[in-house]
């Protein structure tokens, strides 16, 4: 199937309208509990985006996400996270993913010492 440039932005339209969403649905819980909370989609490299994103709201700190990648993957996909904490100039806080392994195994742990 042959891609056009309409069907390209029709699609990235598509994609960053439904962040949006997702974004604000998480907004609207947070400024519940009163957290000051903006949402900003953009798209191009990641770091990049993160790291304008950071300064043209004048945030005090990043806290991101890592996907556990190592070795090959690490590799072909690189580390957003280590871009971003190699350019910033505020703080970041990296918060480790929990694999879904791990989470089971911590549920199974929780039901076994709950048990006795």
Same mark, same amino acid.
């Given at each position: ?27 609207? #819980? ?84 709950? #048990?006795?």
């Amino acid at each position: 199937m042959v891609r056009t440039t309409e069907d390209y932005e029709y699609e990235l339209n598509t994609v960053s309208h439904q962040a949006r969403l997702y974004l604000e649905t998480l907004r609207e #819980k947070l400024v519940q509990q009163h957290y000051q909370i903006t949402c900003d989609v953009r798209g191009g490299p990641a770091a990049e985006c993160i790291l304008e994103a950071a300064a043209a709201h004048h945030v005090d700190a990043i806290v991101m996400s890592t996907h556990g990648r190592s070795g090959f993957s690490r590799w072909v996909h690189g580390s957003v996270t280590n871009r971003v904490l190699s350019a910033a100039q505020f703080p970041i806080f990296v918060i480790p993913s929990i694999r879904a392994e791990t989470v089971a195994e911590a549920t199974l742990t929780d039901q076994v010492i709950n #048990k006795t």
